[in-house]
């Protein structure tokens, strides 16, 4: 594997909607980005995604794009978003945008001018069928529930595809015209200074083509997009040329929201020469998930997440670099997934947090995380925004589950768990701005903040800082970055330990979740404690047997240190 700059690195991601309102209306925005900067600086954060600030009528919170080279007023305006690309540059940081390109938004112009002439060049831009006899092209089910078809307005017989939301059209890229249009404006971004792009929702791009159903999976009679993913061939052709065409002679930065990759694509999409710089690892995400709906999902134990992780690492190896995340904005907050429900506390928190750290790969942290943030209880379905969830719940009641079921699936796994904006400190609203929030806030802010957790010495934030600074550390970043991986003892219950193995030193990552007592066999004594969950600085405890050492790990507790 070569070596690149940003395997070093941390990276941060920032949902701009939910991050710092500086204007009082509600919705964060570019200059609260740039007002926290030297905030993110100080945690010890070099790469911040943003996640979609496009213009957009915000259907689907930004990944509805109107206009990709402009910024939706409610974000700010471009001298905010030039001026956040300077003062990141200042700070030694690197800005990193959301690139959606699988869809845009029905209010783009692209879509205004296909509707006015379906026939014409822009309706090429799309993918519109005339459906006669009411019977639709495919029986694919949206992502966000109902067919992939809608009426095209204005047209009686036309409908246009659409794999997530109605106000997300699907672009076609099958045509070369499309393919050019996104690489203007991909190569136009990079001009300007951005350092790359996550990149959203791209295996969609590639669809099975002609049109064909599936078996239904569901009583609606519809078939998940999966079935039509698992049959389309040749996402790479165009990946590659977006490579070739944007990203490699920029040499941006860019990691994939890749779902479903076969084994023997990884070294297409992430190896030295892949598509992407890196892609998210999904494998605990997706764990447990039922094609029946939320409702039906599974949780996941410490003991699942160790091997979901455990099995991603190997499967990459030396491949490339993966990149490693609790949670996102499309996921429930980690602490409480990962973490058997009651069990949040200081130190299960920071448990998780060293076990997923030094996995190795780039390390993401999303906004809210390093101060321990955890899901929001719904107690009613008003209480939620976003279009994933209500369909979930939809889905769950029409499944014949009771709203009380639906809406604990939802406290579970709705987006919006993790889009409560960002708990500052213990004022009105958390701090977040003078303004009502657009989602309301967790009402935990006022223990669980900023403030708060700079203030103890023992805190999940000052954790997640030494954490990085010893990522970071030059007496040990070679090891942590680059050197291999091997698990330990994965047949012990509760215990996440692995080796990361440099040329000349071996490091010991050891993360042990529940409340019992359990003991962690061990050839040799630790020579050094590097860092240890243990509050004021005390050291975990080792004990000689006959065959030689074991580990004292009494309830939730983690450590990392030098053999
Ligand atoms: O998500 C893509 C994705 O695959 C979704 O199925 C996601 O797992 C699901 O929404 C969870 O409920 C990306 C973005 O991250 C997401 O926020 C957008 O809604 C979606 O693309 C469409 O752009
Ligand atoms: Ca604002």
Redesign the pocket.
């Known amino acids: 594997m070569e070596r690149k700059w940003w395997h070093k690195k941390v990276a941060y991601q920032i949902y701009p909607k939910s991050f710092y309102d500086t204007n009082g209306d509600g919705i964060g925005d570019l200059p609260g980005i740039i007002e926290k900067l030297d905030e993110l600086k100080a945690l010890g954060i070099d790469i911040i995604w943003l996640?979609p600030v496009y213009a957009s009528p915000l259907a689907?919170?930004g990944?509805?794009i109107s206009d990709y080279r402009n910024i939706d007023p409610r974000f700010g305006t471009m001298d905010d978003m030039d001026r956040l690309l300077a003062e990141a540059k200042k700070r030694d940081m690197y800005i990193v945008m959301d690139l959606?390109v699988?869809?845009c938004s029905d209010e783009h112009e692209w879509f205004r001018r296909a509707c006015e002439d379906p026939d014409g060049k822009y309706g090429k831009y799309f993918y519109i069928e005339t459906v006669k006899d009411g019977k639709f092209p495919c029986n694919w089910r949206s992502?966000?529930g109902g067919p992939v078809w809608e009426k095209l307005p204005g047209h009686e017989d036309k409908y246009y595809l659409h794999v997530?939301?109605k106000k997300?059209p699907d672009l076609n890229w099958e045509n070369p015209e499309v393919r050019e249009e996104i690489y203007d404006m991909v190569n136009w971004w990079l001009d300007k200074g951005l350092a790359g792009f996550r990149i959203?929702?791209i295996i969609?791009i590639k669809k099975a083509l002609p049109f064909k159903d599936y078996p239904a999976d569901r009583p609606d009679g519809l078939t998940s997009i999966g079935n039509m993913l698992r049959d389309a061939k040749g996402v790479g052709e165009f990946l590659g040329e977006l490579r070739d065409r944007c990203f490699a002679p920029h040499e941006a930065f860019t990691v994939g929201?890749v779902?479903n990759e076969k084994a023997e694509e990884i070294p297409d999409f992430i190896g030295d020469s892949g598509y992407f710089s890196t892609m998210f690892d999904f494998a605990p995400t997706v764990f447990g998930q039922s094609g029946k709906g939320w409702h039906e999902n599974a949780d996941i134990t410490p003991d699942e997440y160790r091997d979901c992780v455990f099995n991603t690492q190997k499967k990459i190896g030396e491949i490339g670099f993966i990149s490693n995340i609790i949670e996102?904005?499309?996921?429930p907050r980690g602490v409480s997934r990962y973490i058997p429900d009651g069990d949040q506390c200081e130190d299960s928190k920071k448990t998780l947090a060293t076990g997923y750290f030094f996995l190795k790969g780039l390390p993401w942290i999303y906004q809210g995380q390093e101060i321990g943030m955890e899901n929001k209880k719904f107690t009613s379905i008003e209480e939620v925004d976003d279009?994933?969830?209500l369909d979930?719940y939809k889905v769950a009641l029409a499944d014949g589950v009771t709203e009380e079921r639906a809406l604990y699936a939802l406290g579970k796994l709705s987006?919006d768990n993790a889009r409560t904006p960002y708990q500052w400190d213990d004022t009105v609203n958390a701090g977040f701005g003078t303004g009502m929030p657009w989602l309301p806030v967790n009402p935990n802010y006022t223990e669980i903040n900023l403030a708060a957790q700079k203030a103890d010495p023992d805190s999940v934030y000052n954790y997640y800082k030494k954490l990085i600074a010893l990522r970071k550390d030059p007496a040990y970043a070679e090891t942590l970055v680059w050197g291999e991986m091997i698990p330990v003892r994965q047949d012990l219950h509760d215990i996440m330990a692995y080796y990361r193995k440099g040329e000349n030193q071996t490091l010991l990552v050891v993360a042990a979740f529940g409340n019992e007592n359990k003991v962690l066999p061990l050839p040799v004594k630790p020579k050094k404690i590097l860092l240890s969950t243990l509050a004021g600085g005390k050291e975990p405890e080792f004990v000689e047997t006959k065959d030689g050492w074991e580990a004292v790990l009494d309830g939730y507790l983690a450590f990392v240190a030098e053999l």
Not at 328 to 331: F, G, I, Q, V
């Open positions: 996640s689907d919170q990944y509805d959606v699988n869809h992502y966000f997530f939301h997300q959203d929702a969609n929201e779902f996102n904005h499309d996921e279009i994933s969830s979930a987006r």
